[in-house]
């Protein structure tokens, strides 16, 4: 029995009106209905919608994603261009999967798992009740995370069990397609004690200026010495409301690295939560965003260091240009009793346009003793040094600008420590300029 | 092969980077003030000055920095003005300027930069082959006994003074100018770099290059040895003569010529 998944003659039923006017089914899925219609809109005065423009989150409009056509279809794989190098694939379109490329024998002989969540849910009940959307959004996105439990009907679920290593990267892709839908990709990755995995999402929409929303959950759970690296590309049309709601549990001496790229969407909103719950656990949370024209990203993080003898390093770059705006409110918790807490938290905003506009929000909340806990936020714009000797090398001023954008962003990047998916968002972030 | 040459060659010619009354303002200050120099195609000067004489002021000038005010003269580049050229023109044009304090760019490597430097180069729409730039590349570092890590690595991130001045070198015999700037080349070099660097730009002489070599102390002069040497004082070029002049300086220090100085009959 699928505990919470929309089946697939519910979705049907769900498609045929708007997200916003008609609920879902499963019990579970009415439930989040219910509540998402009944937490209010985040307002101006709302804390966790500081600096937001809230004005611009009317969500009236959006309708359920169609099932594209065999031409979109393939015109989409085609388009889905990932590492040279992977482990599985799987490629969804309007919330619909097109193709699942599995792992190969041993790691399933293994027991890894990797399904697309429905799949998932009703194969293995019980694990998935476990993990899935067991966080709370707790930086404002509650009513967005209702949102996505009351329609989440895709996204890929990854079971990496005790001590298995996966070495090369697993991908997804989620494309969105058409004018007006809306798409709630879902990814669960359960690494147990010991396992080790790199994920990929690659959220895309097949025409970069249709209006759309994408409201989607990603959830990442470690086992003991686990390590889990993720990275998410948002690339939506440019015309896309993107909500993200991430949590990070990291568990005893395990190590998570997350990387959010945000090069798309009109108006993001990103959240992401690490709880670091195990002694000995690490999380680096790591994000960039190119935000142009009138784009506003909107990223919430939250530390929380719930045991001793844990770190967590941020790092969050921005570059603005035109009028785009960015928001940056992060908070480092220490609770009562987490000694020895490292944290490090830093957001640097480069602004190459006089009327981009960075905020940033970083705290702290510290309850407990001998910690280190460091935060910053910085804004600046291109060093006329750095442009000159780049210019005085012949490289013309605008392709200069791009070098230097670039070489602040990669240095984000190359913080994941692995080449071939460094290479990848190079080469997207490197598309995004010349776009 | 580079031919020796006995008095320096000061008729004017069109291959020359020739600089004909500079003035060049900071702000409200005038540092350069009327100078006139000819640096043929082929040969290498050497400008030599106290502190503040304007020696950096001179090669930003040059190379266009938008701090540094012209407010009269002309620098000539085979004959075309270039001082109405937008730095990166002047350098697509075939000017190169060895920074004494070579910036330092986070992110962007090495490889990717000079890259990124020669496709500006290459007509509109094409590019330097990848194996023939690599290629390229390591030769040039291998003069230069530079490690082949330094292509991945960021710009001049983390670099020694030496190693930063052997990538200015990189560059210029990667993007083989006609006329090179080299300004305190020298500075922050230990005798071993000093060596390297000297030998490298040795290797790049020749009578497809002419280069100005800017600096304090006459040691350089003696790894890089220049067929003219003058001296700046006050924004000026006060004296011109052979590398003798050099060792005349060491010796008696830039005093002496302060003091011919003292009653300027510049006629």
């Known amino acids: ?435 | 092969m580079r031919e020796s040459r006995g008095a320096p060659n000061y008729e004017m010619q069109m291959s020359s980077l020739s600089i004909k009354n500079l003035h060049v303002s900071i702000g409200d200050k005038e540092i350069i003030r009327g100078l006139t120099l000819e640096i043929p195609k082929g040969e290498v000067h050497a400008i030599m000055g106290p502190n503040g004489s304007g020696k950096s002021t001179l090669s930003k000038a040059i190379g266009g920095h938008p701090d540094y005010i012209v407010t009269g003269g002309e620098v000539l580049l085979d004959g075309d003005d270039i001082l109405g050229l937008d730095p990166d023109a002047r350098a697509r044009k075939g000017l190169f300027l060895a920074f004494q304090y070579p910036m330092e760019i986070p992110g962007v490597s090495n490889a990717n930069f000079l890259r990124a430097a020669l496709n500006a180069r290459q007509p509109e729409g094409e590019e330097i082959e990848a194996t023939e730039f690599y290629a390229q590349m390591y030769a040039e570092m291998d003069k230069l006994e530079m490690a082949r890590t330094f292509t991945a690595r960021s710009v001049n991130e983390g670099f020694s003074g030496g190693e930063k001045k052997r990538n200015e070198i990189l560059q210029m015999a990667m993007l083989k100018p006609a006329y090179a700037v080299l300004d305190e080349t020298d500075s922050g070099l230990d005798i071993d770099a000093l060596r390297i660097v000297s030998a490298g730009v040795n290797a790049l002489r020749g009578p497809n290059l002419g280069i100005l070599l800017i600096t304090h102390y006459q040691r350089l002069l003696d790894y890089i040895v220049p067929d003219v040497v003058h001296v700046m004082v006050e924004g000026r070029i006060v004296r011109s003569g052979g590398k003798e002049l050099a060792l005349e300086l060491e010796e008696r220090g830039y005093d002496f010529i302060k003091d011919d100085i003292t009653e300027p009959s510049l006629a």
Not at chain 1, 299 to 317: C, G, M, W
Not at chain 1, 343 to 364: F, H, M, T
């Open chain 1, 1 to 435: 029995m699928n505990p919470a998944i929309l089946e697939s003659e519910e979705v049907l039923t769900t498609n045929a009106a708007s997200i916003l006017s008609a609920g879902p089914v499963s019990p579970e899925q009415a439930e989040a209905w219910e509540k998402f219609t009944a937490l209010p809109m985040p307002v101006r005065t709302d804390e966790a919608w500081r600096f937001a423009n809230v004005k611009d989150l009317d969500l009236g409009g959006y309708v359920p994603a169609q099932p594209v056509d065999d031409a979109t279809r393939d015109e989409l794989l085609t388009r889905s261009m990932g590492l040279a190098s992977i482990a599985g694939r799987m490629v969804f379109a309007n919330d619909q999967l097109l193709v699942q490329e599995t792992l190969g024998d041993s790691l399933r002989q293994k027991g890894v798992i990797w399904l697309p969540l429905d799949q998932a849910a009703a194969e293995n009940p019980e694990l998935f009740r476990k993990h899935f959307m067991r966080e709370e959004a707790i930086l404002g996105g509650q009513k967005f995370a209702a949102l996505h439990a009351s329609q989440v009907r895709a996204g890929t679920f990854l079971y990496v069990p005790r001590g298995v290593e996966i070495d090369l990267p697993i991908e997804a892709f989620h494309w969105e397609h058409g004018a007006n839908g809306s798409v709630f990709p879902h990814t669960l990755i359960i690494a147990e004690d010991m396992a080790k995995v790199t994920l990929i999402d690659y959220y895309e929409s097949a025409v970069p200026d249709a209006p759309a929303l994408a409201c989607a959950v990603n959830d990442l759970w470690l086992g003991a010495g686990a390590s889990v690296t993720y990275v998410c590309v948002q690339n939506w049309s440019r015309k896309a409301h993107s909500f993200q709601l991430n949590s990070t549990v990291v568990g005893r001496d395990a190590h998570s690295k997350s990387l959010f790229a945000q090069l798309g969407g009109r108006h993001v909103r990103s959240e992401s939560i690490s709880h670091l719950r195990g002694q000995g656990g690490r999380s680096d949370m790591l994000a960039v965003t190119v935000a142009e024209g009138a784009q506003e990203v909107d990223a919430r993080t939250f530390q929380i260091h719930e045991v001793p003898n844990t770190q967590s390093d941020l790092l969050y770059k921005n570059s603005l240009d035109d009028t785009a705006r960015t928001i940056f409110a992060g908070l480092i918790r220490v609770d009562p009793g987490a000694h020895r807490t490292d944290a490090y938290q830093k957001v640097r905003n480069l602004l190459l346009s006089d009327e981009a506009e960075a905020n940033s929000a970083p705290g702290l909340e510290i309850e407990a003793d001998d910690v280190r806990c460091t935060h910053g936020a910085t804004s600046g714009q291109i060093e006329q040094e750095e442009l000159f000797y780049l210019l005085s090398r012949g490289i013309p001023k605008k392709d200069a600008q791009r070098l230097i954008v670039f070489g602040f962003l990669n240095e984000v990047i190359e913080r994941l420590g692995n080449e071939p998916v460094q290479e990848k968002l190079r080469e997207l972030v490197r598309a995004r300029f010349s776009e």
